[in-house]
């Protein structure tokens, strides 16, 4: 029939329905604000100015939005990365299409290549997960396969310049990575919103004491 060459998008996502995506840029912005006046985050400044210690970094300006907000289920590349039509065609991909649910942010986390929200999946949302999304990181991140299934969740909240959204990902699998390995970075501070972690290396972790909640659709971006 009509519909038998189906055409594969760019990937699958829960994307952040309208309404609450001014919510969730404000509570990262309030978090970014914060973070670049603390003194442990001035102490550890090169990790984003380079060499210049008296630089100063605004982190508001340091990241760039890109696209719609959402959590990336799979990058299928318009058909071209592996298992693209095999996930496109997953029954529970077609059952949860259009459909609309909850995510659940339970971190903010900030790199000098990105900044993030963890996402954590229900185990509805989990059927959405390709098994292998984990594993593809390996190369990147060793440790990154041997943690559980939508570790890699994520909303992409901003990009230095020059990074792409994937990094956000495997800067989210590498703290966990070092989380798994028994390194319990420096608690730095309690935040109104959580705790705040170091982890080197211009890694930051804020746990937030109440998750962030935020209606989603999960759908397809094209373009
Ligand atoms: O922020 P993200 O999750 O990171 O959302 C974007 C989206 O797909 C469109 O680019 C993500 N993305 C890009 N390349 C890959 C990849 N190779 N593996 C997993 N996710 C990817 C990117």
């Known amino acids: 029939g009509q519909f038998e060459e189906m055409f594969i998008p760019s990937f699958f996502a829960w994307f952040l ?6 919510m969730v840029v404000c509570k990262s912005m309030d978090f970014l604000r914060t973070l670049d006046t603390m003194e442990a985050f001035k102490k550890h400044i090169t990790d984003f100015s380079g060499k210049d210690e008296e630089k100063e ?5 340091y990241f760039e939005a890109k696209g719609p907000l959402h959590c ?4 299928c590349d318009f058909g071209k990365a592996e298992g693209a039509k095999e996930y496109a065609m997953k029954p529970a991909v077609k059952d949860f299409y259009g459909s609309t649910s909850e ?7 900030v790199t000098p290549r990105t900044v993030g929200a963890r ?3 229900t185990d509805e949302q989990l059927l959405l997960w390709p098994d292998d999304a984990e594993k593809e990181a ?15 969740a994520h909303v992409t909240l901003g990009c230095a310049e020059g990074v792409e959204p994937v990094q956000t990902g495997l800067d ?13 970075g420096e608690t730095v501070d309690e935040m109104e919103l959580g705790s705040l972690t170091y982890y080197g290396e211009g890694r930051w972790l804020l746990s937030l004491r ?4 935020t209606p989603v659709c999960f759908s397809s971006y094209y373009q």
């Open 138 to 152: 390996e190369s990147v991140v060793p440790a990154a396969s041997s943690l559980p299934p939508g570790s890699r």
């Open 103 to 109: 995510l659940s942010l339970t971190a903010l986390f």
């Open 172 to 184: 989210l699998l590498e703290i966990l990575a070092l989380q798994k390995e028994g390194q319990q």
């Open 72 to 75: 990336t289920t799979k990058f």
């Open 210 to 213: 109440e998750p962030i909640c």
């Open 17 to 22: 329905l309208p309404s609450a995506k001014d």
């Open 57 to 61: 970094v605004d982190l508001e300006q």
């Open 119 to 121: 996402v954590s999946l």
